[in-house]
């Protein structure tokens, strides 16, 4: 069994509270530890948001200080709350629960309708669309397909908006809002469609939220019991919330303030849907006194992917660029980005497919590789070029993993199998419970090689196949297990949507990719119209749109390509430019400047003060006077070419206090001091509190931990001074 498939697939709950907070790095574990009061978590790509939030819930129920049941998480998508609910299991917090908003309304609402107002709940409108045709052709209104689906979005930004039908045309002016067709039509259409659901008696998923609303308005007992109920909530995604979402929450809320946000400006990518960073750039105006946590060291990226990232945000303008966090990553030098340019969408297709088979030949796992592309129109040339190519491929936005058919029938036949136990002749020739899970596989068509080609054939054996790799991962973590157990633990997941990896190339839009992450990334189509999209008139439309490319950039751990195509088709005119985003960060398109990427640590403040970004000057070489623009050359006062005078000798014995000191931690040594940082040092050889502090990387918390310990280091007192501190 190797550590990684222990700790990442089947990790075995902590035994304490305290063990809890092994591994975090401070900031996250400021975070774990600030249970009460309003707390805001400012987490940038990468920098392990979900962690820092799932170890702050399964700590204070841990040690006591939240009860599991007056725990309410949010989020946006049944994929992140699976996700939370299953660290949360893995954590010892299984009873918290985690939903979206929609889904912790629906069930309120089921609840509370016979109280509140009598009777049945009406019928949940699963798909609105049908409605919204009805609706037209009863004003007369002809819509074509895609304008019936831009016509049901825009009554969806309505609602979570809180416009009502005859607010509707002023609102769009309002919010410089492009409407698909005239306002005055699209709000005749929706007053229609709003009557149409009355008379049919039904509702749709965003009358669930306004219901939610208006009975916790109305009826302050109701109110006061969810409230009974729920003492702490948090909200992941916070960038993301939605007026009607913030009107909830502050009614859950009541005069309260435990509460705890995360999100990053930066990845406010939904404002069509009504989406908006007001409520968290405002968050410490509304809470004076509230707890702010910046999560900056990105663990996903490599300093290449995070310089690009970077670099990208650092030419971003408006109120959300602002309050950007510059990213710094933890990962080991990887590869440069590659920037590619094609002479047509076919080419550039084939190019891609290319890269991919050559990535995958060297070792990276189809599952681990990503292309992603702006509209959800791009896919087919894609498809076909990696069909053509004999990649397999998943579109992302597909049916759940456990809902499909081909999951459901093989999970009754384990089930079976499992009842059965020895009885079972399937089973007679399988030694351990892979073989026992492909034998019984195979009759639902599982086979050893995959199916050529690509298709329905090869989405199930892709399926089957997923399941085999989980039963050989969960034998390997949990020696002896039973096919009884592995249907208990498939169960979990299926409840927790915990789904297992299927392994095939990803083909997804920018807005699908959000919250996922992959070894390689292919951003396809990078032109001009394309990106940012020829619809996006505004400043601030435009500026969405940078936030999609960085939202891209940022999924990739190490392998990231950039490319476009000067034309549509073979032979067009070759009239296309690459997207201004790239001007400054591909080569040959100017100078970004100084955009930092390495060490270095994030920020926490408590208090009631505004933050204020303190002046940076330009920082000098200590040895030939250059302007310094690398990180860790930054951090060192010096440029990496000029000449060294580092102690040797108390560089070692820093390095061995180190680890001695991230073994009693319970933390990685880079959460002590950087190895840059320990350079640092080591040249310098500080003798004051002062001339320590002004190191990089030596702030004022690792001062007063570890100061003492490393001036008497510096000054030759073997082992420090640290013995009798308790």
């Known amino acids: 069994m190797t550590a990684a498939t222990h700790s990442t697939l089947f990790p075995q709950v902590p035994e304490t509270a305290d063990a809890v907070l092994d591994g975090l790095d401070p900031e996250q574990r400021e975070v774990a530890l600030a249970l009460n009061g309003p707390v805001c978590v400012l987490a940038g790509a990468g920098t392990g ?46 009873g918290v629960q985690a939903r979206t908003f929609h889904s912790a309304a629906l069930r309120q609402l089921q609840f509370f309708w016979p109280k509140a107002v009598g009777g049945d709940l009406p019928r949940l409108l699963e798909r609105k669309i049908q409605l919204v045709a009805d609706a037209a052709a009863r004003c007369r209104i002809r819509l074509d397909r895609n304008e019936l689906r831009d016509v049901t979005s825009e009554i969806e930004w309505a609602k979570v908006t809180q416009t009502v039908p005859a607010d509707y045309p002023a609102a769009v002016a309002k919010s410089v809002r492009e409407a698909p067709r005239d306002p005055a039509e699209i709000g005749q259409i929706y007053a229609m469609y709003e009557q149409l659901k009355r008379d049919r008696s039904v509702i749709d998923f965003e009358d669930v939220l306004l219901l939610t609303v208006g009975i916790l308005q109305d009826r302050y007992d109701i109110a006061d019991q969810i409230r009974r109920q729920y003492q702490h909530f948090v909200v992941d995604e916070y960038q993301d919330v939605s007026p009607l979402q913030q009107r909830l929450l502050d ?22 849907t009504g989406a908006t960073p007001d409520h968290l750039l405002n968050f410490r105006t509304r809470h004076p006194a509230a707890t702010v ?57 084939e190019g891609t497919a290319r890269r991919i088979r050559d990535l995958i030949a060297a070792g990276v796992p189809a599952g681990e590789i990503a292309v992603l592309y702006r509209i959800n129109a791009q896919s087919e040339v894609y498809e076909q070029a990696l069909a053509d190519a004999g990649v397999p491929y998943q579109l992302r936005g597909a049916e759940r993993f456990f809902e499909r058919q081909e999951v459901r029938e093989a999970g009754i036949a384990l089930r079976g199998a499992a009842r059965a136990g020895g009885n079972d002749s399937l089973l007679d020739d399988a030694e351990d419970l892979p073989a026992q899970v492909r034998a019984v596989l195979s009759t639902k068509g599982w086979t050893s090689t995959p199916p050529a080609g690509s298709g329905a054939v090869r989405d199930r054996w892709e399926s089957l196949a997923a399941l085999v790799r989980l039963a050989e991962d969960f034998a390997r973590a949990k020696p002896g297990a039973t096919l009884s157990d592995l249907v208990a633990e498939l169960d979990e997941r299926a409840a927790a949507q915990h789904a297992p990896t299927v392994q095939g ?107 204020r970004r303190k002046p940076r000057g330009p920082v000098l070489c200590r040895v030939c006077g250059a302007t310094l623009t690398e990180a860790g ?50 040249e310098r050889v500080p003798t004051t509190d002062g001339e320590l502090s002004s190191i990089a990387g030596v702030g004022v918390r690792k001062l007063d931990r570890f100061g003492a310990e490393v001036l008497a280091i510096c000054a030759g007192e073997e082992g420090g001074t640290g013995e009798d501190e308790v």
């Not at 009614?251 to 069509?272: E, K, M």
């Not at 005078?645 to 001695?660: A, F, N, P, Q, T």
Request: charged share 25%; net charge positive.
């Open 49 to 94: 948001k979900t962690r820092a939030i799932t170890h702050r819930i399964a700590y204070g129920v841990r040690a006591g200080i939240l009860q599991p049941s007056s725990v309410l998480a949010v989020t946006f998508t049944n994929r992140a709350a699976g996700e939370m609910r299953g660290r949360l299991r893995q954590l010892g917090a299984g």
């Open 633 to 682: 050359a930054m951090k060192l006062m010096r440029c990496e070419d000029c000449p060294s005078d580092m102690d040797e000798g108390l560089y070692e014995r820093l390095r061995d206090w180190r680890s001695e000191q991230a073994r009693e931690l319970g933390q990685p040594a880079y959460c002590v001091f950087t190895d840059k940082t320990l350079m640092a040092i080591a």
């Open 293 to 349: 946590v910046k999560l900056v060291r990105d663990y996903r990226s490599t300093p290449q992917v995070v310089h690009l990232a970077n670099g990208l945000l650092s030419q971003a303008r408006g109120r959300a660029a602002e309050h950007r966090l510059e990213l710094i990553s933890q990962r080991d030098p990887g590869p440069e980005p590659v920037y590619t340019e094609y002479a047509d969408e076919p080419a550039e297709a």
């Open 505 to 611: 190339v990803t083909l997804a839009s920018l807005h699908a990719a959000k919250g996922l992450e992959w070894d390689a990334v292919f951003l396809v189509g990078l032109t001009e119209g394309m990106m940012p999209i020829t619809y996006a008139k505004t400043d601030e439309q435009v500026e969405e749109e940078r936030r999609l490319l960085y939202v891209g950039v940022t999924r990739a751990r190490v392998h990231l390509t950039l490319s476009w195509a000067l034309s549509r088709s073979p032979g067009g005119r070759a009239n296309r430019r690459p997207s201004r985003f790239l001007k400054g960060l591909r080569p040959g398109s100017g100078s970004l400047g100084t955009v930092g990427s390495g060490g270095g640590a994030g920020f926490v403040e408590r208090g009631s003060g505004p933050v």
């Open 251 to 272: 009614l859950w809320l009541g005069d309260r303030d435990n509460l705890c946000v995360v999100g990053d400006a930066s990845q406010t990518i939904y404002s069509f």
